[in-house]
């Protein structure tokens, strides 16, 4: 099974069918894509789709299906995410280098910003 890091911009293009990202949805949803995610996930999901405008019951429901969708959590190092940190990507990008770096599973990232700063690390 292949594995990845994704971020939450990956993860919201599952919904609105958003190139790469929504051709992932299958692959996981087959059972043959393993996904990681820093602990910081929810927030930042939450955080985009409310930035898009969701209304509030669409956001809960997300918010519920995130509790089940059975995706590994882990914690990036904190060494990990002084060393992204450092380099100038704001935190919440931080988690996601610094768990793609440890974990040694490509990065899939929604995020432009983050694809340019993590560059080494994104899935291509």
Do not use: K
């Not at 051709?23 to 996930?41: H, K, M, N």
């Not at 509790?67 to 060494?79: H, K, L, M, T």
């Not at 599973?105 to 080494?120: S, Y």
């Amino acid at each position: 099974m292949r594995r990845v890091v994704i971020d939450a911009a990956t993860f919201i293009g599952w919904f609105i069918g958003d190139g790469e990202a929504a051709s992932l949805r299958p692959e996981y949803e087959a059972g043959q894509l393993g996904v990681l995610v820093p602990t910081t996930f929810v927030p930042d999901v939450l955080g985009e789709v409310a930035a898009l405008g969701w209304p509030r019951d669409r956001i809960e429901r997300l918010s519920a299906l995130l509790d089940e969708i059975g995706f590994e959590v882990r914690e990036p190092s904190r060494a990990g995410l002084a060393r992204w940190v450092g380099g100038r990507i704001t935190p919440a990008q931080a988690a996601y280098a610094a768990l793609a770096e440890e974990s040694e599973h490509p990065l899939v990232a929604g995020d432009p910003e983050l694809r340019r700063r993590a560059a080494t690390l994104v899935q291509s």
